[in-house]
């Protein structure tokens, strides 16, 4: 019988060889498998070393327990290091660097995007040369629902998605299945039967609406279309901070510009640093997951409110 210090004393990473492979498991499944900057550090290391190994010829990632490969960073502790004063900036540079690592990565990396893959969960999957999907995979970036954006370089990815679904998806934070990951070209193959897409996302409604750089009027938009998805999604941005809505998508029209995602590392860092020691994350993350589901208290009380000038203040000036 396993002892509760066994237990507790059990890693949050597992990393081991086995036959040729390196094998990373994120090994947090009470959180489902959330990311501190502990086991980002050392996966970096991992992957670093299984790099350089001749003797591994692929690395694979997985995450341990049944309900999903990655729900993202621990934004609880990233909101208790904001809070302490602590190195936030420090928190960022470890993901990204990972992030980048992954996505030029000198050998096959498989990920394994089971159930929930989100936010971090992405940065640390999505970016890899093999991602395997199935029917369980519900694959979302939900920042701006804590006053965040999409970030871990997923907003390039998203950027280069047609019809403005990349848009839909970043500020919605709109969650997809294994059938439109694989549409989409956000992943590569599904182990097990492929279900069937979800018929919202293949509306016209979607281009029509998220045309254009201007948040209030995409929020009208969708407010006023014929299809209910486009209201449903409407009242879901309603609910979202709205600085954060207006950043993300800058930061997603300002993603299409670069040619690569190392190009995007400036932008990237300094929004997160930014955004996270302002008051929506703070509030995002107590009223979601402190407070559990409460509706939380923007800075903003609407996208009107946003001017152009502050949304511009959050980016660094392009070379």
């Not at 501190?36 to 692929?58: H, N």
């Not at 629902?145 to 709109?174: N, Y």
Request: glycine share 10%; with cysteine; hydrophobic share 45%.
């Amino acid at each position: 019988m396993t002892s509760l210090n066994q237990k507790m004393a059990e890693p949050t990473l597992n990393v081991r060889r086995e036959a040729g492979i390196g094998m990373i498991e994120v090994n947090r499944p009470a959180a489902i498998n959330a990311l501190t900057v502990e086991m980002l550090e050392q996966f970096t290391d991992a992957a670093v070393e299984f790099a350089q190994d001749p003797q591994i010829r692929q690395v694979q990632l997985t995450g341990a327990g049944e309900r999903g490969l990655c729900a993202g960073a621990d934004v609880r502790q990233l909101r208790e290091l904001v809070l302490s004063g602590g190195d936030v900036r420090g928190f960022f540079e470890t993901e990204y660097r990972l992030n980048l690592l992954i996505a030029t990565y000198p050998k096959p990396y498989l990920a394994r995007m089971t159930g929930i893959t989100m936010g971090g969960g992405l940065g640390i999957s999505v970016h890899g040369s093999h991602r395997t999907v199935d029917a369980t995979s519900r694959l979302a970036m939900p920042e701006t629902q804590i006053g965040l954006f999409p970030d871990v370089f997923v907003s390039w990815l998203l950027a280069r998605l047609p019809g403005e679904i990349g848009t839909h998806l970043a500020l919605t934070g709109a969650s997809i299945n294994a059938a439109d990951a694989l549409r989409l070209g956000l992943a590569d193959d599904c182990a097990g039967p492929v279900p069937e897409p979800d018929p919202s996302l293949a509306g016209s409604w979607i281009a029509e609406c998220y045309a254009g750089n201007d948040p209030v009027e995409i929020l009208g938009r969708l407010g006023e279309h014929a299809d209910p998805a486009a209201r449903a999604a409407a009242d879901e941005l309603a609910k979202r901070s709205p600085l954060s809505l207006a950043v993300s998508l800058e930061a997603l029209r300002r993603a299409a510009a670069f040619g690569d995602r190392v190009a995007q590392y400036d932008q990237e860092l300094a929004l997160a640093v930014r955004l996270t020691t302002g008051p929506d994350f703070i509030e995002g993350v107590r009223a979601q997951l402190v407070d559990r589901d409460r509706n939380p208290r923007w800075a903003h009380g609407s996208l009107d409110e946003v001017s152009r000038a502050e949304v511009e203040s959050y980016f660094v000036p392009l070379d």
